[in-house]
């Protein structure tokens, strides 16, 4: 096993814990998720926001993958749609079935989908990324579950950020083992377009929240600075071809 392949497995294996852990810690679905309760509730709006937006015909299959206790699972299905909520952890996926008692859950991963090729109408990742160390695969499965022309959700913690950056560059100086993944969605864009999935929509969740109108939602248009200064996380919607 290669020294990138071990830290890949120490970065997964800690986030693995980590949330089995916090199902077992806390109440509050933002605490299990690893968020604050504004950044869920932010992150939510954003979502359906969108899924709004892009006119899903009722009954839509969505893929929930990384469902955590089931916030957009449960969210979708009340705006009528036919949501399947997948999360790795098996403490986590307890909590959303006791919760949502009619709702559909499964544990599984992102690296192998339990499901056959072109199987929903969209896919929504969310709080997925950071804890992955590379996701060429996941993506691979996200597009292969897709059905054409539909859509995938994906967000991540933008390694633009100045906080981020800091945080990396004391990682790396100090030999700290890795904490979490960032990405810059701008080539995470590119990334995507070269697996299909292609009319990326950049969409921002700025800090401070009161800047969140400076940054270009909905567009690709390349904001560095406005990125590097505000741009916390971001969500990726992607079509694909």
């Not at 299990?32 to 969108?50: K, P, Q």
């Not at 933008?158 to 945080?167: A, K, M, Q, T, Y």
Request: glycine letters at 8%.
């Amino acid at each position: 096993m290669t020294l990138d392949n071990m830290a890949s497995g120490r970065l997964e294996e800690s986030w693995r814990a980590r949330y089995d852990r916090w199902a077992t810690q806390f109440k509050a679905e933002h605490q299990i998720a690893g968020w604050s309760e504004d950044g869920l509730a932010r992150r939510l709006a954003l979502v359906l926001r969108l899924i709004a937006e892009i006119k899903l015909e009722r009954l839509s299959q969505i893929l929930d993958l990384g469902a955590g206790p089931g916030t957009y699972t449960k969210a979708l299905e009340a705006k009528g749609h036919k949501c399947f909520g997948l999360d790795y952890s098996w403490n986590v996926i307890k909590i959303a079935k006791s919760e949502d008692k009619n709702g559909r859950y499964l544990q599984g991963e992102a690296y192998h989908l339990p499901f056959q090729d072109d199987s929903f109408d969209t896919v929504l990742c969310v709080g997925v990324l950071q804890s992955l160390q590379s996701i060429n695969d996941a993506l691979l499965e996200m597009q292969r579950v897709l059905k054409p022309r539909g859509y995938l959700l994906l967000d991540g913690l933008n390694s633009l950020f100045w906080l981020h950056g800091l945080r990396s560059w004391r990682e790396a100086v100090k030999g700290l083992e890795k904490r979490m993944s960032y990405y810059s969605p701008f080539k995470l864009a590119e990334e995507m377009e070269t697996l299909g999935l292609r009319e990326a929509q950049i969409n921002w969740l700025a800090t401070p929240a009161v800047f969140q109108s400076w940054l270009p939602n909905g567009e690709k248009k390349r904001s560095y600075l406005l990125a590097r200064l505000f741009g916390y996380a971001f969500l990726i919607l992607a079509r694909k071809q």
